[in-house]
């Protein structure tokens, strides 16, 4: 983690340091993680898997020295799991201990809902003062959770406090810097997007994805990195079952790295599309033939970049 940083003054600042942690934005990403900083604005990040949405919530909280909270959401998450729960064995052996010492009920309640008896989880966690700086919340895949989950987070969202009906009411001294991601297998409700910043993370384009792949796979040579994505652009038209996304692009271009390819070729494709698609309907397809055929596009493309 680097040493706590300042936030940004500008757009252009916000670029930079997201860049100095291994992240290429593009110019309506960075606007929108300036606004939500400067703002102190939630900001929801939607878009295909695999696009940088989770990784820009890691990139701000390195960049900024901050520590990093991930609510990792998943059907069935509850208040218990994502906010704080009461600790009920060590209540239980207050009670007990209680009992003995014949303590009065009305001291016995107002003992056994004290805060050394909550037990932190990451939604009240993100709330407490820490001395680098508000952290990172990170709530990711929120389509993941079930809808009612989402009216649990309004009032975090909208006010960053969380009510807990035995103790009374948490805010954060200063507001969190929350991301939260979807994936979009489900529509998120308009009440949770109305307190939050939006914005849609498309694939990147070439220029950009040769960018982020040289960041993240800097072994890999210019020609090669220049190959695979103009490879991997050409199998997100193909209308596959799973598109790879940039952490495809990169885990493939660290696979090329490893096997010490410099440049590709039909059987390399062929023995590498692991790396690189992950469903067995989608290698299936795109191997032998079609992955020639497209392998030729992309090399017909580059020559008519050069000229003859």
Sequence with gaps: MHAAQTLPADVD?????????????SRG??????????????LF??????????ELAKALASALGRELIRLQCYEGLDLARAAYEWDYPRQLLH??????????????????????????????????????????????????????????????????QLSIPELGTVRAPVPPIVVLTSNRTREVHDAL?????????DYPDAETEQRIVASRASVVSEALGQQLVAFVQRLREQGLYKAPGVAEAIDWANALSQLEASTLTGEL?????????????????????????????????AQTRTGP
């Design 45 to 54: 990040l939607e878009g295909e898997a695999g696009v940088g949405k989770t």
């Design 95 to 160: 009670i007990r201990a209680a009992e003995r010492e014949a303590q009065s009920s009305q001291g016995l309640e107002q003992d056994l809902y004290h805060e050394r008896y909550l037990l932190e989880r990451p939604l009240l966690r993100a709330l407490r003062p820490q001395a680098r700086g508000a952290p990172v919340l990170l709530i990711d895949e929120l389509d993941r959770a079930d809808p009612p989950f989402e009216a649990m987070l309004l009032e975090l969202l909208a006010d960053f």
């Design 269 to 301: 494709v062929d023995d590498t599309l692991g790396a690189l698609l992950k469903t067995q309907e989608d290698i299936a397809r795109i191997r032998g033939p079609e992955a020639a055929r497209l392998l030729a596009q992309v090399r017909g493309d």
């Design 13 to 25: 600042g916000a670029a930079t340091l997201l860049a100095g942690a291994g992240y290429v934005a």
């Design 193 to 201: 997007k109305r307190r939050c910043l939006y914005h849609w993370v």
């Design 29 to 42: 990403l960075a606007t929108a993680t300036f606004l939500a900083l400067r703002l102190h604005r939630p």
